[in-house]
Protein backbone atom coordinates (compact mmCIF):
# COMPACT_ATOMS: atom_id res chain seq x y z
CA UNK A 1 0.00 0.00 0.00
CA UNK A 2 1.33 3.51 -0.87
CA UNK A 3 1.51 5.55 2.33
CA UNK A 4 1.88 9.78 1.75
CA UNK A 5 3.05 11.73 4.41
CA UNK A 6 2.92 15.63 4.45
CA UNK A 7 5.89 16.75 6.05
CA UNK A 8 4.71 20.23 5.80
CA UNK A 9 1.46 19.68 8.22
CA UNK A 10 2.70 20.98 10.64
CA UNK A 11 3.51 24.85 9.19
CA UNK A 12 0.55 27.23 9.08
CA UNK A 13 -1.55 26.39 5.96
CA UNK A 14 -2.36 30.23 4.40
CA UNK A 15 -3.46 29.95 1.28
CA UNK A 16 -6.01 26.75 1.20
CA UNK A 17 -7.59 24.49 -1.16
CA UNK A 18 -10.81 26.78 -0.84
CA UNK A 19 -8.96 30.02 -1.11
CA UNK A 20 -7.56 28.70 -4.27
CA UNK A 21 -10.68 27.64 -5.73
CA UNK A 22 -12.18 31.31 -4.85
CA UNK A 23 -8.72 33.00 -6.50
CA UNK A 24 -9.59 30.80 -9.62
CA UNK A 25 -6.91 28.40 -9.12
CA UNK A 26 -7.65 24.95 -9.68
CA UNK A 27 -6.78 23.67 -6.76
CA UNK A 28 -3.74 23.17 -4.07
CA UNK A 29 -2.30 23.92 -0.47
CA UNK A 30 -0.05 26.63 0.70
CA UNK A 31 2.01 26.13 3.30
CA UNK A 32 4.57 28.85 5.15
CA UNK A 33 7.67 27.27 4.57
CA UNK A 34 11.12 29.64 4.91
CA UNK A 35 13.88 30.14 2.26
CA UNK A 36 15.76 26.88 2.25
CA UNK A 37 13.65 25.12 3.94
CA UNK A 38 13.95 21.01 3.12
CA UNK A 39 11.50 19.71 1.20
CA UNK A 40 10.86 15.90 1.55
CA UNK A 41 9.56 13.64 -0.67
CA UNK A 42 6.06 12.17 0.85
CA UNK A 43 6.26 8.85 -0.55
CA UNK A 44 8.34 6.06 -1.83
CA UNK A 45 7.71 7.16 -5.78
CA UNK A 46 9.42 8.15 -8.59
CA UNK A 47 10.44 11.79 -8.93
CA UNK A 48 9.79 14.11 -11.68
CA UNK A 49 10.47 17.16 -12.51
CA UNK A 50 7.31 19.30 -13.92
CA UNK A 51 8.15 22.22 -16.56
CA UNK A 52 5.91 24.46 -16.23
CA UNK A 53 7.56 27.41 -15.12
CA UNK A 54 6.28 27.07 -11.34
CA UNK A 55 9.59 25.02 -10.14
CA UNK A 56 7.59 21.83 -9.65
CA UNK A 57 8.49 18.48 -8.66
CA UNK A 58 5.98 15.51 -9.41
CA UNK A 59 6.18 11.94 -7.44
CA UNK A 60 3.95 9.29 -8.45
CA UNK A 61 3.33 5.76 -6.93
CA UNK A 62 3.56 2.68 -9.03
CA UNK A 63 -0.54 2.79 -9.67
CA UNK A 64 -0.04 6.20 -11.34
CA UNK A 65 -1.77 8.48 -8.49
CA UNK A 66 0.74 11.39 -7.68
CA UNK A 67 1.84 14.25 -5.75
CA UNK A 68 3.20 17.90 -6.51
CA UNK A 69 5.13 20.19 -4.72
CA UNK A 70 5.65 23.56 -6.34
CA UNK A 71 6.82 27.06 -5.61
CA UNK A 72 10.63 25.46 -4.83
CA UNK A 73 13.74 27.28 -4.82
CA UNK A 74 15.76 25.01 -6.26
CA UNK A 75 16.12 20.99 -6.67
CA UNK A 76 18.07 18.30 -5.02
CA UNK A 77 19.36 15.74 -6.95
CA UNK A 78 19.37 14.49 -10.37
CA UNK A 79 15.55 14.14 -11.82
CA UNK A 80 13.53 11.72 -12.81
CA UNK A 81 14.84 8.94 -10.20
CA UNK A 82 13.43 6.75 -7.37
CA UNK A 83 13.45 8.53 -4.04
CA UNK A 84 12.42 7.22 -1.03
CA UNK A 85 9.65 8.56 1.73
CA UNK A 86 11.21 11.43 3.40
CA UNK A 87 14.43 12.39 0.84
CA UNK A 88 15.29 15.79 0.40
CA UNK A 89 13.92 16.65 -3.22
CA UNK A 90 14.28 20.41 -2.89
CA UNK A 91 14.14 23.54 -1.26
CA UNK A 92 11.29 25.98 -0.39
CA UNK A 93 11.22 29.45 -1.49
CA UNK A 94 11.03 30.90 -4.80
CA UNK A 95 13.71 32.24 -7.29
CA UNK A 96 11.96 34.49 -9.02
CA UNK A 97 11.47 37.12 -6.07
CA UNK A 98 14.05 35.95 -3.77
CA UNK A 99 10.82 35.44 -1.29
CA UNK A 100 9.71 32.44 0.82
CA UNK A 101 5.84 32.54 0.87
CA UNK A 102 4.81 29.02 0.71
CA UNK A 103 4.56 25.92 -0.57
CA UNK A 104 2.21 24.49 -2.26
CA UNK A 105 1.27 20.80 -2.38
CA UNK A 106 -1.66 19.03 -4.34
CA UNK A 107 -2.53 15.48 -5.11
CA UNK A 108 -3.78 13.66 -8.36
CA UNK A 109 -6.23 10.70 -7.75
CA UNK A 110 -7.44 8.70 -11.14
CA UNK A 111 -6.24 11.82 -12.93
CA UNK A 112 -8.14 14.59 -11.03
CA UNK A 113 -6.29 17.16 -9.06
CA UNK A 114 -7.32 16.51 -4.99
CA UNK A 115 -6.58 18.11 -1.55
CA UNK A 116 -3.40 16.18 -0.43
CA UNK A 117 -5.20 14.85 2.78
CA UNK A 118 -8.41 12.91 0.18
CA UNK A 119 -5.19 11.38 -1.95
CA UNK A 120 -4.26 10.35 1.63
CA UNK A 121 -7.64 9.13 2.59
CA UNK A 122 -7.62 7.12 -0.51
CA UNK A 123 -4.84 5.30 0.87
CA UNK A 124 -5.52 4.30 4.16
CA UNK A 125 -6.35 0.48 4.78
CA UNK A 126 -9.72 0.58 5.58
CA UNK A 127 -10.79 2.84 2.35
CA UNK A 128 -8.63 0.80 0.19
CA UNK A 129 -10.27 -2.31 1.93
CA UNK A 130 -13.83 -1.02 1.03
CA UNK A 131 -13.14 -0.12 -2.54
CA UNK A 132 -11.53 -3.59 -2.81
CA UNK A 133 -14.44 -5.22 -1.29
CA UNK A 134 -17.33 -3.24 -3.43
CA UNK A 135 -15.37 -4.29 -6.59
CA UNK A 136 -15.21 -8.37 -5.30
CA UNK A 137 -18.92 -8.44 -4.80
CA UNK A 138 -20.29 -6.71 -8.10
CA UNK A 139 -18.21 -10.47 -9.26
CA UNK A 140 -19.39 -12.17 -6.56
CA UNK A 141 -23.13 -11.76 -7.69
CA UNK A 142 -22.34 -13.41 -11.38
CA UNK A 143 -20.90 -16.63 -9.38
CA UNK A 144 -23.97 -16.73 -7.12
CA UNK A 145 -21.85 -15.91 -4.22
CA UNK A 146 -22.66 -13.83 -1.11
CA UNK A 147 -20.93 -9.98 -0.72
CA UNK A 148 -18.74 -9.53 1.98
CA UNK A 149 -19.42 -6.97 4.90
CA UNK A 150 -15.86 -5.38 4.12
CA UNK A 151 -17.56 -3.24 1.55
CA UNK A 152 -19.16 -1.71 4.52
CA UNK A 153 -16.72 -2.00 7.13
CA UNK A 154 -13.78 -1.74 5.47
CA UNK A 155 -12.43 -4.95 7.97
CA UNK A 156 -11.03 -7.97 6.28
CA UNK A 157 -12.16 -11.26 7.57
CA UNK A 158 -11.71 -14.33 6.37
CA UNK A 159 -14.80 -14.30 4.37
CA UNK A 160 -12.91 -10.95 2.61
CA UNK A 161 -9.90 -13.22 1.80
CA UNK A 162 -12.01 -16.30 0.61
CA UNK A 163 -12.83 -13.76 -2.21
CA UNK A 164 -9.66 -12.74 -3.01
CA UNK A 165 -8.24 -15.64 -3.23
CA UNK A 166 -11.29 -17.41 -5.56
CA UNK A 167 -10.55 -13.97 -7.79
CA UNK A 168 -6.70 -14.63 -7.66
CA UNK A 169 -7.44 -18.63 -8.59
CA UNK A 170 -9.65 -17.43 -11.11
CA UNK A 171 -6.99 -14.92 -12.87
CA UNK A 172 -4.26 -17.59 -12.31
CA UNK A 173 -2.56 -15.59 -9.84
CA UNK A 174 -1.42 -18.59 -7.58
CA UNK A 175 1.87 -20.14 -8.80
CA UNK A 176 1.13 -23.45 -6.51
CA UNK A 177 -0.96 -26.16 -8.33
CA UNK A 178 -2.47 -26.97 -4.89
CA UNK A 179 -3.70 -24.66 -3.61
CA UNK A 180 -6.47 -23.82 -0.98
CA UNK A 181 -8.94 -21.15 -0.30
CA UNK A 182 -8.80 -21.09 3.62
CA UNK A 183 -9.67 -17.32 4.17
CA UNK A 184 -6.23 -17.24 5.55
CA UNK A 185 -3.73 -14.44 3.39
CA UNK A 186 -0.34 -15.51 2.89
CA UNK A 187 2.14 -13.41 0.94
CA UNK A 188 0.64 -14.63 -2.24
CA UNK A 189 -2.89 -13.82 -1.42
CA UNK A 190 -1.19 -10.53 -0.60
CA UNK A 191 0.22 -9.90 -3.70
CA UNK A 192 -3.03 -10.75 -5.64
CA UNK A 193 -5.01 -7.90 -3.19
CA UNK A 194 -2.62 -5.47 -4.45
CA UNK A 195 -3.31 -6.19 -7.92
CA UNK A 196 -6.91 -6.15 -6.90
CA UNK A 197 -6.26 -2.71 -5.24
CA UNK A 198 -4.55 -1.35 -8.50
CA UNK A 199 -7.86 -2.18 -10.47
CA UNK A 200 -10.57 -1.15 -7.75
CA UNK A 201 -10.11 2.30 -8.05
ZN1 LIG B 1 -0.76 27.22 -4.32
Redesign the pocket.
Known amino acids: VATFKNYLSGLRNI ?1 TWSQ ?1 RQHG ?1 AG ?1 D ?1 YKTKIGQAIKSPATCRATLMHDGLNGVRVTVPDGNSVVL ?1 ELKSVKGKFPRNVKQGEVIGYAGRERDGEAKAT ?1 IEGWLNGVRVAFSKLQAHYSTSARTKRIAAFLNARAKALHLPPTAAARTGRRGPYYWRLVQTWGRHHNLYPKPKFVINGIPGPQTRKVEAKLATLAK
Do not use: K, M, V
Request: proline share 0%; charged share 30%.
Open positions: FHYGDRH
